[in-house]
C-alpha cells in the first residue's frame, strides 16, 4: 500500500492536472463559440451557392474543364485534420474514415493520390508510408479565406491539367457541441442536379455579359467557399470535441483526487491505529 508522502504526492498532482484541463476547456469554449458563429453564418451562402450552380451546370452552352467527368484513372482524397491534439476521437474518426475511403477507390481500380491539411493527418500518413502528393500545416485554430483559395487554386490547378480526375474531401462536419459527423464529399467534378429535379426548380435565368462568363468566375468561386466551409467546419469540430474531451479529463480528475483522499485517509487511519497499539502495547510491557 502506497505510503502517505506518496498519496499526499499524487493528489497535489492530479490538482495540477485539472487545474489545466479545467483552463484548456475554457480556452476551447471560447474558441469554439467563435467558429461556431463563423460556420453558421456561412452555412446558407455555401448552400444556396452550390445548389444554383449545381442546377445550372446541367445547361450551361459551352463545356467548363470543372464540370468535365472524365473516365477515373486517378482520384485525389484531400483530408482535414488537426495540427493539435487532445481533442477525443476527432483524428482518429477522420482517419478511419479516410482510410476506408482509400481502400475502397483502390479495389475499383483508380489510382490514389492524397493531400492533408493539418499536421496529426500529415504524420499519420507519413508513418504509415502513404505518400502526400500536398500538405498544410499551421492552419488548424486560425482559419482564413485565404487558406481556401490556396488550397482550391491547387486542386483546380491539378484537375484542370488532369492530374487527377475526380476530388473528394474527408472531413469532420459539425452538428453540435456535443456531435460531429465525419463527411466524405466530392469537390471535382461538380454534379449537376438530377433532370427531373431541375425540371421542377426550374428558374428562366438571364445572364450578362455570357452564361460561359458567369462559370468562369463562379465556379472557381465555388470551389474555394466549399473548400472554406469544410475548414470552417472542421474548425468548430475539434474546439468542440477538445471541449468536450477536457471536460471529461476534469471529471476524471476529480473522481481520482475523490478516491486518492479517501485511500489517504484510510492510510492516515491505519497508520494512527497502529502508532495507538503501539503505545498501548509499550504501556501494558511497562506493567509487567
Known amino acids: 500500500m502506497p505510503g502517505l508522502k506518496e498519496i499526499r504526492k499524487r493528489i497535489s498532482s492530479v490538482k495540477s492536472?485539472?487545474?489545466?484541463?479545467?483552463?484548456?476547456?475554457?480556452?476551447?469554449?471560447?474558441?469554439?463559440?467563435?467558429?461556431?458563429?463563423?460556420?453558421?453564418?456561412?452555412?446558407?451562402?455555401?448552400?444556396?451557392?452550390?445548389?444554383?450552380?449545381?442546377?445550372?451546370?446541367?445547361?450551361?452552352?459551352?463545356?467548363?474543364?470543372?464540370?468535365?467527368?472524365?473516365?477515373?484513372?486517378?482520384?485525389?482524397?484531400?483530408?482535414?485534420?488537426?495540427?493539435?491534439?487532445?481533442?477525443?476521437?476527432?483524428?482518429?474518426?477522420?482517419?478511419?474514415?479516410?482510410?476506408?475511403?482509400?481502400?475502397?477507390?483502390?479495389?475499383?481500380?483508380?489510382?490514389?493520390?492524397?493531400?492533408?491539411?493539418?499536421?496529426?493527418?500529415?504524420?499519420?500518413?507519413?508513418?504509415?508510408?502513404?505518400?502526400?502528393?500536398?500538405?498544410?500545416?499551421?492552419?488548424?485554430g486560425r482559419i482564413f479565406y485565404g487558406n481556401a483559395q490556396e488550397i482550391a487554386r491547387d486542386i483546380i490547378e491539378n484537375y484542370t491539367s488532369e492530374s487527377f480526375d475526380e476530388v473528394f474531401l474527408v472531413y469532420n462536419e459539425f452538428r453540435s457541441a456535443l456531435v460531429q459527423k465525419v463527411s466524405v464529399a466530392r469537390l471535382l467534378p461538380l454534379a449537376p442536379v438530377k433532370e427531373e429535379k431541375a425540371r421542377e426548380e426550374a428558374v428562366d435565368f438571364l445572364y450578362e455579359p455570357s452564361q460561359q462568363a458567369i462559370f468562369e468566375k463562379l465556379l472557381p468561386k465555388n470551389l474555394e467557399i466549399q473548400v472554406f466551409r469544410a475548414l470552417l467546419e472542421s474548425q468548430a469540430s475539434e474546439e468542440a470535441a477538445r471541449m468536450t474531451s477536457m471536460e471529461n479529463a476534469t471529471k476524471a480528475a476529480d473522481d481520482m483526487i475523490a478516491s486518492l483522499t479517501l485511500q489517504y485517509n484510510k492510510a492516515r487511519q491505519a497508520s494512527i491505529t497502529k502508532e495507538l497499539m503501539d503505545i498501548v502495547g509499550g504501556v501494558e510491557a511497562l506493567k509487567q
Open 17 to 140: 492536472t485539472k487545474q489545466i484541463t479545467k483552463a484548456m476547456k475554457m480556452v476551447a469554449a471560447a474558441k469554439f463559440r467563435k467558429a461556431q458563429t463563423r460556420i453558421i453564418e456561412l452555412r446558407p451562402y455555401a448552400d444556396k451557392m452550390h445548389a444554383v450552380l449545381a442546377g445550372l451546370a446541367g445547361t450551361v452552352e459551352a463545356g467548363h474543364p470543372l464540370l468535365e467527368v472524365r473516365s477515373r484513372r486517378k482520384v485525389e482524397v484531400v483530408v482535414l485534420t488537426s495540427d493539435k491534439g487532445l481533442c477525443g476521437a476527432f483524428n482518429a474518426n477522420i482517419m478511419k474514415a479516410a482510410f476506408k475511403l482509400i481502400k475502397e477507390i483502390k479495389a475499383e481500380g483508380p489510382e490514389v493520390s492524397v493531400s492533408s491539411v493539418g499536421k496529426k493527418g500529415t504524420d499519420l500518413f507519413r508513418r504509415r508510408g502513404i505518400p502526400l502528393r500536398q500538405s498544410w500545416v499551421g492552419i488548424s
